[in-house]
């Protein structure tokens, strides 16, 4: 039996492993200080030391010469990691625009140029040049929310889960607010409406039941306490069969009888009206505006193609309440969400949204350009005699970043599989590519879905798949 304690003294410490040559041939090849790499040698002995601990260390004949080695391989794996970003550049094959995972929407090139014009200069996040004096961060895209809305005003916060807290807490901390409950959903990372209302303060009054809630419910739990009527929108999963609930309009009627302001949380939101292409059932912003509403929120990086934030627009009575709040501030953007967002909505305003944000553009994009793609893919790898077995065959794509649930957008998928390797094996190959290639696995296939891949990142694709021999 092997004995712990006896191999634990071949165990090298840091000052022996520093004076050896490849710590100093490692220190001349990778851009660290002396102190940082000492740090991470210390690191890696510990590691060792944890591994003989628990006996985990498979290692025959344990002599201190093995042991160096092995800690300088463990070193160099390190020092490699640290060259990569963690936040790196992927090529998105699965077809999902709206990738969670993945960053979501893509920023137009309009809006990734003023972002690289702000952050290489100084700029006007909170200067006016016509005065000279300090400026509102709020009015860089205020005018133009306005105008794309018709809202009275607005606000810009860093995502949409923090809008909600932010309208609940400057509007109805301490009061109650009365929403369905049907319409009391949890979105991604456990965001919960009712745990964020807890949060802000408000008091919760949920009122009909999870498949129907009438106008009457509404009117049945109006009292001298009540501070809102929110409203939540249903983007990311659909209620089907026995159900029955009260529309914006319905409700901004009971708001303007009670004096009641009344709330939308939009979610994910569009400026753009999908429902003309035939693509869902979103409402637009600008519709929900036209019902009277006094206050709605909606993200900047789903639908609307841009960065992530939040975005309050409304009456403005309410919106400057939620400006002067203490949390505006905590809640803030910076700079570059301003500067991309910026970007994204100037593209509206010129109505060339479809031509320049990606979000839309791969949304609208046709079965008939995708299988075009497809075709190439095919053709290229089979030029190049690549050991693979593909096929074309009809699908559908899906929005994703918890919108439109039930859409599925046509499109075609060339299903791929290798003669020696399993689908496992070919998506991890393609992960580990200098520029990582993200597919689905189906079965024995890996799947690509050329929906939100470039014709420039296709070419990529097939290197990639060209490499795997």
């Not at 040049?129 to 895209?141: A, F, K, Q």
């Not at 292409?277 to 009277?292: A, D």
């Not at 893919?377 to 970043?401: R, T």
Request: charged share 30%; proline share 2%; aromatic share 6%.
């Amino acid at each position: 039996m092997v004995n712990v304690m006896d191999n634990l003294r071949y165990l090298p410490a840091v000052h022996q492993l520093k004076k050896d040559k490849c710590f100093s041939q490692i220190l001349n090849d990778v851009s660290v200080s002396e102190e940082v790499l000492t740090e991470w040698i210390s690191e890696q002995v510990d590691i060792v030391r944890n591994k003989m601990i628990k006996n985990e260390l498979h290692m025959e004949d344990v002599n201190r010469e093995k042991l160096m080695e092995y800690i300088f391989q463990l070193l160099e794996a390190k020092v490699d990691s640290f060259s990569e970003n963690q936040l790196r550049q992927v090529v998105n094959a699965t077809g999902v625009v709206l990738h969670t995972n993945l960053g979501r929407a893509r920023l137009s090139r309009q809006a990734i140029d003023q972002i690289a014009e702000t952050a290489s200069s100084y700029s006007t996040v909170e200067y006016n040049l016509n005065t000279g004096e300090r400026g509102s961060r709020h009015d860089i895209v205020e005018d133009y929310i306005k105008q794309l809305t018709g809202a009275e005003a607005a606000v810009v916060v860093n995502n949409n889960a923090a809008a909600v807290f932010l309208v609940l807490k400057a509007i109805a901390s301490g009061k109650e607010v009365i929403v369905s409950r049907g319409e009391l959903v949890e979105i991604g990372g456990s965001f919960r409406i009712s745990e964020i209302m807890e949060e802000s303060q408000a008091v919760l009054i949920d009122v009909g039941t999870t498949n129907k809630t009438r106008i009457r419910d509404y009117e049945r739990a109006i009292n001298e306490n009540t501070g809102l009527l929110l409203k939540v929108h249903k983007s990311n999963f659909k209620i089907l069969g026995f159900t029955e609930e009260v529309d914006t309009d319905e409700l901004a009627e009971v708001s303007r009888k009670h004096n009641i302001p009344i709330y939308e949380d939009l979610g994910s939101g569009t400026l753009f009206n999908f429902q003309r292409h035939q693509i869902g059932s979103e409402p637009t912003v600008q519709e929900k505006i036209k019902t009277g509403i006094d206050i709605i929120s909606f993200s900047g990086d789903k639908l609307l193609g841009g960065p992530q934030a939040g975005i309050i627009a409304g009456k403005k009575p309410y919106i400057e309440k939620i400006k002067k709040h203490q949390l505006a501030r905590v809640l803030r953007v910076d700079k570059f969400t301003l500067a991309g967002l910026e970007g994204t909505l100037k593209s509206y305003i010129r109505n060339q949204e479809q031509q320049e944000i990606p979000t839309i553009r791969d949304i609208l994009e046709s079965s008939e350009t995708i299988l075009e793609k497809a075709n190439h893919f095919m053709k290229e790898l089979k030029s190049k005699e690549a050991k693979f077995n593909c096929h074309i065959e009809p699908d559908k794509s899906k929005v994703g970043g918890g919108t439109m649930p039930e859409v599925g957008l046509d499109t075609y998928v060339v299903n791929v599989k290798h003669e020696r390797y399993s689908s496992h094996d070919i998506a991890v190959k393609l992960r580990n590519n200098k520029i990582p290639i993200i597919v689905r696995a189906k079965n024995e296939a890996v799947v690509l879905d050329f929906r939100t891949v470039t014709w420039e990142e296709l070419e990529m694709v097939v290197e990639a798949f060209l490499h795997i021999q």
